[in-house]
């Protein structure tokens, strides 16, 4: 499964390296961070990784594959 997940504001380089396996874009003073997710753990992992560091997820959504 692909999904997109939007975080306010521009991540620094070090924040984005604790995201190895989701690429990024930054737009409109939000981090779109993609990529393929394996499975719902990896899923609440990585939103558990954001909630760790303080980032606001704006939205998160599946991607066609």
């Given at each position: 499964?692909?999904?997109?997940?939007?975080?306010?504001?521009?991540?620094?380089?070090?924040l984005?390296?604790?995201?190895?396996?989701?690429?990024h874009?930054?737009?409109?003073?939000?981090?779109?961070?993609?990529?393929?997710?394996?499975?719902?753990?990896?899923?609440?992992?990585?939103?558990?990784?954001?909630?760790?560091?303080?980032?606001?997820?704006?939205?998160?959504?599946?991607?066609?594959?």
């Open positions: 499964m692909r999904y997109e997940i939007r975080v306010d504001g521009q991540m620094s380089e070090t984005i390296k604790v995201f190895p396996e989701l690429d874009v930054v737009m409109s003073g939000q981090t779109v961070l993609f990529g393929h997710i394996v499975d719902e753990a990896h899923l609440y992992g990585l939103l558990a990784r954001c909630q760790s560091l303080g980032l606001r997820v704006l939205e998160m959504r599946q991607m066609p594959d």
